[in-house]
């Protein structure tokens, strides 16, 4: 193995093999681009991230970040490689080029993060700037974008997102922060805002941070919330920086994990004079908040795939590597040789829990990410439409399936180690402290399971959520045609099937006024439509599999379909171990973790609602 981060041959098979993205090239938007192009940009991706991002990981965990003099201090570590990162633009990527970005898909932009989220809290300074800077370039004024962006873009000032307050978290509209109309049309901010991510830094000689807040007189709630531009320092007519504007950082937070990350408590206008510019129109915040939030629940969906397959390798390699007990078939003899652990049956079986559900989890991200580009460069607006149906009904199942199995697999790849994955001189317990946070913010996964089940299921009357379900059902109708497959292909169908049914369920339990039961089980429902939706792109990958296996083999006289002859080719050609492991994660995962969506099913359909019923008293005595 190359590097311990990700599969890159896995990385190429999907973007290349499975979602052929260097067909985005046809597209007049990326007609600039090819191929050769993507391969080279990823090829670079992999050699920043093992030679410059990687290695900070330990190091800026150990540093942390320091709060002095009202400025915070970011581990030293990071100051290089987010130089390096910006001066090679890896932080604006897919920002049009006539804002200084490079104009890219934004697969490309992922793909080449997929590098880099494993260390989330070196990647969160230059994400944010990008995110940032991304809504005002969507909704800022043209002066707002001339005085911002091409700065925001060379990396040179970064920025945030500030939402939550005390009382505000999940429930943003309840924010208190207010914002004092000015005679000249700008605006003074009071309030406070906490846990915000770089909210303040040493990275950039300036931070613009986008502030939710409620215009003096405007209604509660989020139909009130505005957004303001609000700068750590000053902007002059020449675009020098002028005085350092009224907020201060009063403390940093003391975290269970990515303690590279700096997450603030800023208090806004304390001495009256916190300049603030609206962006955008006047209680129009959250519609344009929205753009970064979706953004972010990518990136954090990311967050989790990126954890997850260093992990992953990480214990795989462990496992080649740590002697321990004897093999199975010869556990009767004292003498017998310490043999590797991935040799023993349920070592095998979490290392292959674990390449499934990162394979599945990557083809999910990559696979939404492409559809998001089609509907954003596609020119009829019936297919554009089709994709971006697509991306919305998944965001929220890409947030919270991603992270919460992204979770899983640190812990069992932690599992795989034994005693020494929970000991610091091993890197998997900093995987895990540094993953749990992704399930949190960015909407914690149950408000991502209500958005799914509340909101995206039924947007333009299911259409959407029925058109990814007939993209599913395309490719089993192809697999059941292939002799190999054709059993995971009714497997895949009868859990589209139990999609369909629940979703039909539910709504028939909203027409009956039973609400509380999709409400309630809109969780285990987002877990069981991720887990057959990673099921679906899986077969999908194992049916391009066979065909490559299949040719490979015949290219050097083996039989494919014959296991005896198979299993030693295996062993010696690397491309046929790759496409046959392609073939063991897709039935594995098939056969092993999709069963789990009929007891979801079972329990869902059971209208228990005992979680409503249990009076408080009863929780514990
Ligand atoms: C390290 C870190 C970095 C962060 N970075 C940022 C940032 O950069 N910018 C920013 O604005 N915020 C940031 N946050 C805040 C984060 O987004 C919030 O913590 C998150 O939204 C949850 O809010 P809360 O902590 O107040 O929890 P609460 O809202 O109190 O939620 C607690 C629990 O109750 C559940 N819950 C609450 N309301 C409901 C409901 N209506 N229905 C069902 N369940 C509900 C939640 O799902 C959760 O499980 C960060 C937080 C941390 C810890």
Request: with cysteine; proline share 4%.
């Amino acid at each position: 193995m190359a590097n311990l981060i990700l599969d890159e041959h896995d990385q190429n098979f999907v973007l290349f093999e499975m979602l052929e993205i260097d067909k985005l090239c046809e597209l007049e938007r990326y007609t600039d681009f090819s191929k050769d192009m993507f391969e080279m940009i990823l090829t670079e991706a992999q050699k920043f991230a093992v030679e410059e991002i990687f290695p900070t990981l330990a190091e800026s965990d150990k540093e942390g970040c320091r709060l002095e003099g009202g400025q915070v201090h970011v581990p030293k570590c990071f100051h290089r490689p987010f130089k390096l990162f910006c001066e090679a633009g890896w932080n604006c990527m897919s920002f049009p080029a006539e804002h200084g970005g490079q104009g890219l898909p934004f697969i490309m932009r992922i793909a080449a993060h997929d590098w880099y989220m494993q260390n989330f809290a070196f990647a969160s300074y230059p994400g944010l700037g990008e995110g940032a800077a991304h809504l005002i370039e969507t909704y800022g004024s043209q002066e707002q974008k001339e005085k911002y962006l091409p700065k925001m873009i060379s990396g040179k000032w970064g920025g945030s997102m500030a939402l939550t307050e005390p009382g505000a978290g999940t429930d943003v509209g309840n924010l208190s922060t207010k914002a004092i109309r000015q005679p000249d049309g700008t605006f003074k901010l009071q309030g406070t805002k906490i846990f915000i991510t770089g909210g303040d830094q040493d990275l950039t000689e300036n931070i613009i941070h986008p502030v939710l807040a409620r215009i003096e007189g405007d209604p509660a709630g989020t139909k009130g919330i505005s957004i303001f531009i609000v700068p750590k320092f000053l902007v002059n007519e020449d675009g020098s920086l002028g005085r350092r504007n009224d907020f201060e950082i009063a403390k940093i937070e003391e975290k269970m994990g990515i303690h590279g990350s700096s997450t603030c408590l800023m208090n806004f206008g304390d001495n009256n004079n916190c300049y603030g510019e609206l962006m955008g129109a006047e209680r129009e915040g959250m519609k344009v908040m929205f753009q970064m939030m979706n953004e972010a629940r990518i990136a954090t969906g990311l967050q989790g795939l990126s954890s997850a397959s260093v992990a992953y390798l990480h214990a795989l390699n462990y496992s080649k590597q740590r002697l321990q007990g004897a093999s199975l078939l010869e556990f009767k003899n004292p003498d017998a040789p310490r043999v590797p652990i991935i040799q023993h049956p349920d070592v095998r079986r979490m290392l292959l829990w674990m390449k499934s559900n990162v394979e599945g989890m990557r083809a999910l991200m990559y696979y939404a990410t492409t559809c998001g580009d089609k509907a954003a460069s596609i020119k009829d607006p019936v297919e554009a439409e089709k994709w971006l149906g697509i991306v919305e009904v998944l965001t929220p199942v890409i947030k919270a399936y991603c992270t919460d199995i992204g979770f899983r697999v640190t812990e069992t790849a932690m599992q795989c180690y034994g005693g020494y994955g929970y000991c610091s001189e091993y890197p998997i317990e900093q995987f895990m402290r540094d993953e749990k946070i992704a399930s949190i913010y960015e909407g914690s996964n149950g408000i991502q399971a209500l958005d799914l089940v509340g909101r995206k299921m039924g947007m333009k009357k299911g259409a959407y959520f029925m058109t990814l379900l007939g993209e599913m059902g395309a490719t089993v109708a192809k697999c059941r045609t292939i002799e190999t497959l054709k059993v995971l292909a009714e497997d895949v169908q009868a859990g589209i099937n139990a999609l369909a049914e629940i979703a039909m369920f539910f709504a028939s339990c909203g027409k009956a006024g039973k609400f509380l039961i999709p409400v309630g089980n809109a969780y285990p429902f987002l877990m069981m439509m991720g887990k057959i939706v990673c099921a679906w792109l899986l077969l999908w990958e194992a049916q391009i599999a066979q065909e490559r296996l299949t040719a490979v083999c015949s290219a050097k006289g083996v039989n494919a379909a014959d296991p005896i002859a198979l299993a030693p080719f295996v062993k010696e050609n690397k491309d046929a171990a790759f496409y046959d492991g392609k073939l063991k994660s897709a039935r594995y995962f098939i056969k092993n973790v999709l069963p789990e969506i009929d007891g979801t099913v079972k329990s869902i359909k059971s209208e228990d609602l005992s979680m409503m019923e249990i009076a408080e008293e009863s929780f514990a005595s």
